[in-house]
């Protein structure tokens, strides 16, 4: 069973402030998604990353793939209250399902 | 955004009753997916199908079973219910397997007491 641990659990700031969420496993992904998910709902995809060292950019937020492909993470730059909620990272090994992180819950205070 | 619905949406129930969750897909997706998630332990697999009636156990199948006879519905039963089910249900439906991009439906949330 491959594992990704995320870190930190739950993280609570101040609107304007920037923040990383990391991913990390002992396993090798070939793909790494993240999905955020509001109260209520589903969780909804965010990005993909594929190749080792990728970043995408997404208007503020910033992803990366690690070099090794083990792990990733989340940056927001200048957060707002919209961007509270349950951040997921996913990875996928060739040909089987996804496996699921914890998540981050994240609090983006006015 | 409909593409996927759940039904029901909340469902309260007793120990020992069977309970069956729905997910329909107007997408005519073949991979379907049904997740569960508790707080501490996020999104786990319970089953999945990769066409109809092909299913598969995802890492916490024990107590679950699931049914496809058509492409757009997938079908979660727990014959008897436990507390330990108490939990948000989610569906999810997929194009491709491997690095699938999933599309999640809204979520049923059951309680058993």
């Known amino acids: 069973t491959q594992l990704l641990e995320q870190s930190p659990q739950f993280l609570s700031i101040q609107e304007g402030e920037n923040l990383t969420v990391y991913c990390n496993s002992s396993s090798v992904f070939s793909s790494l998604q993240w999905y955020r998910q509001e109260p209520g709902e589903g969780p909804v995809l965010l990005v993909t990353?594929?190749?080792?060292?990728e970043v995408k950019k997404l208007k503020r937020l910033t992803f990366q793939f690690g070099d090794a492909r083990k792990d990733s993470s989340l940056h927001i730059t200048a957060a707002q209250p919209g961007d509270t909620g349950l951040y997921l990272c996913?990875?996928?090994?060739?040909?089987?399902?996804?496996?699921f992180g914890e998540g981050t819950q994240l609090t983006v205070n006015p | 955004d409909a593409g996927i619905t759940q039904s029901p949406r909340h469902k309260v129930t007793e120990t020992g009753t069977p309970v069956t969750l729905r997910c329909h897909q107007t997408?005519?997706?073949?991979?379907m997916y049904w997740y569960r998630q508790d707080p501490g332990h996020g999104l786990r697999l319970i089953h999945y199908s990769y066409g109809v009636k092909d299913t598969d156990k995802g890492e916490v199948s024990d107590g679950y079973s699931v049914s496809r006879s058509k492409t757009e519905d997938f079908l979660l039963t727990l014959e008897s219910a436990t507390s330990s089910q108490t939990s948000v249900y989610f569906c999810a439906i997929g194009e491709y397997s491997g690095a699938n991009v999933l599309t999640f439906g809204a979520g049923s949330r059951l309680t058993v007491l």
């Open positions: 997408e005519n997706h073949r991979y």
């Open positions: 990353v594929v190749t080792g060292g």
């Open positions: 996913a990875g996928a090994t060739s040909g089987s399902r996804l496996t």
